[in-house]
């Protein structure tokens, strides 16, 4: 790739956001009050604002390697905090991917170095549902099953923050699983019933009285 036409790429960029909108620049540099934190994967396959079809300031984002929410991790953390507590908004979207290849190396045996602790995160997850996952014969169908399991599984991490727990306490945030297909575009909504699945741990990750889970409309 060459860099110097990124540059060019940016002012072409510029010039076609102004012909459109004069003011376009004025307006982005007063501020964002996105709707949507998005967590997904750095997969430089898996544009956040594309896929979902949203213009820059509808969406917080977040990537880092196959869409994780580990409560350790000061940068996932900090962005939840901040999305929530300080920009308000009101969804919360893990969405993964088929084909992501942090998954693909968790399914394996091999060390690789430094990812091994983030990948261990992902192993955690095969374990907790390793009776589902070995019913599956086809390689690739377990594979993608993962996938969506690791939605489910950073969704769940998600719920149990406590800015997300007194946000659906005082106001109307969902969260909100999803998938995006990259052999077809398609993004899947995986209907994550959270008040099924958290019906019997819940009380271990609760802070108050209060109900913390809201379903997805």
Same mark, same amino acid.
């Given at each position: 790739? &060459?860099?110097? =036409?990124?540059?060019?790429?940016?002012q072409n960029?510029?010039?076609?956001?102004?012909?459109?909108?004069?003011?376009?620049?004025?307006?982005?540099?007063?501020? =964002?009050?996105?709707?949507?934190?998005?967590?997904? *994967?750095?997969?430089?396959?898996?544009?956040?604002?594309?896929?979902?079809?949203?213009?820059?300031?509808?969406?917080? @984002?977040?990537?880092?390697?196959?869409n994780m929410?580990? +409560?350790?991790?000061?940068?996932?953390?900090?962005?939840?905090?901040?999305?929530?507590?300080?920009?308000?908004?009101?969804?919360?979207? @893990?969405?993964?991917?088929?084909? *992501?290849?942090?998954?693909?190396?968790?399914? #394996?045996?091999? /060390? $690789?170095?430094?990812?091994?602790?983030? $990948?261990? +995160?992902i192993r !955690?997850?095969?374990?907790?549902?390793? !009776?589902? $996952? +070995?019913?599956? %014969? &086809?390689?690739?169908?377990?594979? #993608?099953?993962?996938?969506?399991?690791?939605?489910?599984? =950073? *969704?769940? +991490?998600?719920?149990?923050?406590?800015?997300? =727990?007194?946000?659906?306490? /005082?106001?109307?945030?969902?969260?909100?699983?999803?998938?995006? &297909?990259?052999?077809?575009?398609?993004?899947?909504?995986?209907?994550?019933?959270?008040? #099924?699945?958290?019906?019997?741990?819940? %009380?271990?990750?609760?802070? &108050?009285?209060? !109900?913390?889970? #809201?379903?997805?409309?």
């Amino acid at each position: 790739m &060459d860099i110097a =036409q990124i540059f060019k790429n940016n002012q072409n960029w510029v010039q076609t956001k102004l012909k459109v909108e004069p003011d376009y620049f004025t307006e982005l540099s007063k501020g =964002q009050t996105p709707d949507i934190l998005y967590i997904g *994967c750095s997969d430089s396959r898996v544009s956040a604002e594309e896929l979902m079809g949203i213009a820059p300031g509808e969406a917080f @984002v977040l990537r880092n390697i196959a869409n994780m929410v580990p +409560n350790t991790d000061l940068s996932v953390m900090s962005v939840i905090n901040y999305a929530v507590e300080h920009l308000k908004v009101n969804h919360i979207v @893990v969405c993964g991917h088929y084909y *992501c290849g942090g998954v693909q190396a968790a399914m #394996k045996s091999g /060390d $690789l170095g430094i990812l091994n602790p983030w $990948l261990r +995160n992902i192993r !955690d997850v095969y374990r907790t549902h390793r !009776d589902e $996952l +070995n019913k599956i %014969e &086809d390689e690739e169908s377990r594979y #993608k099953r993962l996938v969506e399991l690791n939605v489910q599984e =950073q *969704c769940i +991490n998600v719920i149990k923050t406590a800015e997300v =727990q007194k946000a659906q306490r /005082d106001r109307d945030l969902t969260v909100h699983g999803w998938v995006f &297909d990259v052999h077809s575009g398609g993004l899947i909504d995986l209907n994550i019933d959270f008040k #099924k699945l958290l019906q019997n741990i819940m %009380e271990i990750y609760r802070l &108050d009285l209060a !109900d913390p889970i #809201k379903q997805e409309k």
